[in-house]
């Protein structure tokens, strides 16, 4: 019992001290996302050169339990105890590094910088509270807000805020994983640059104005499209503005 106990109270917050530091990379605030990568595979070697201490344990555990000891007042660990522990901590690196290479390839695929995904970072851990790796609908919608989102307080911006979700949570599971947040975030990030392209070429049409008549989109772009730009523009309020006059900004 005492040479399980002394083994098991130096293996129990080894393990113990490897899930705080894994958690703290899948944080994602140390360092670059390589950086990341090379930390968290580093830890997943360190995990494979301990496992001897684990056969170890297993050993004495056999012996214990062939000499029908049951209860060790040695140690507050048990061996199912320091079981669960490594195969979450080997769990938790396995998830880490595919979240980061995930994260490597989206960052390049979409073209975004380091400086971006570090506020996408840092948004999301804000709102998660908990340290889940995850948020629910509510701590979501607050993260969005607090990276310049739109969200109404109405019936539009109701439905607004579940078609997101239907994007960021198509299995409906509640929460939102920093994956399926930073794939959101970039792609409207891209949709972004593209909305900029158009407003460009409604300010082209409009001759500079800050707003643009439905005479103006029926006489410059097809039936079906300016009747569908006129539906959905709103009327504009600002400076010089005619009778008449559509928002091509909002």
């Known amino acids: 019992r005492r040479k399980f106990a002394e083994k098991a109270n130096v293996v129990g917050p080894w393990i113990e001290r490897q899930m705080d530091a894994v958690a703290a990379i899948g944080m994602g605030m140390q360092g670059s996302l390589e950086d990341q990568l090379g930390k968290l595979q580093q830890y997943e070697q360190a995990v494979i050169q301990y496992r001897p201490h684990m056969d170890e344990l297993e050993k004495c555990h056999q012996e214990i339990q062939e000499a029908m000891i049951f209860e060790n007042s040695y140690t507050q660990y048990t061996m ?3 079981r669960v522990g490594w195969e979450q901590l080997l769990t938790s690196i396995h998830r880490n590094i595919n979240e980061v290479e995930n994260q490597i390839l989206t960052r390049d695929s979409k073209g975004i910088t380091q400086d971006q995904l570090n ?3 840092m948004s999301f851990n804000h709102f998660d509270k908990n340290r889940t790796g995850r948020l629910g609908p509510e701590e979501f919608k607050s993260c969005l807000v607090s990276l310049g989102y739109n969200i109404r307080n109405d019936r539009q911006g ?3 805020f579940r078609r997101i979700m ?3 949570d198509p299995n409906n599971t509640g929460y939102v994983h920093f994956d399926a947040f930073l794939d959101f975030m970039t792609r409207e ?3 972004s640059d593209t909305a900029e392209q158009i407003i460009d070429s409604f300010r082209i049409l409009a001759g500079d104005k800050p707003f643009i008549t439905a005479e103006e989109l029926r006489r410059e772009l097809p039936p079906d499209q300016a009747e569908y730009c006129i539906q959905r523009m709103t009327p504009y ?3 010089g503005a005619i009778p008449g006059a559509l928002d091509y900004m909002s």
């Open 80 to 82: 199912e105890t320091l």
């Open 119 to 121: 506020e996408f970072r």
């Open 158 to 160: 109701e439905s607004d």
């Open 166 to 168: 239907s994007i960021v």
């Open 189 to 191: 990030s891209t949709d």
């Open 237 to 239: 309020k600002g400076m």
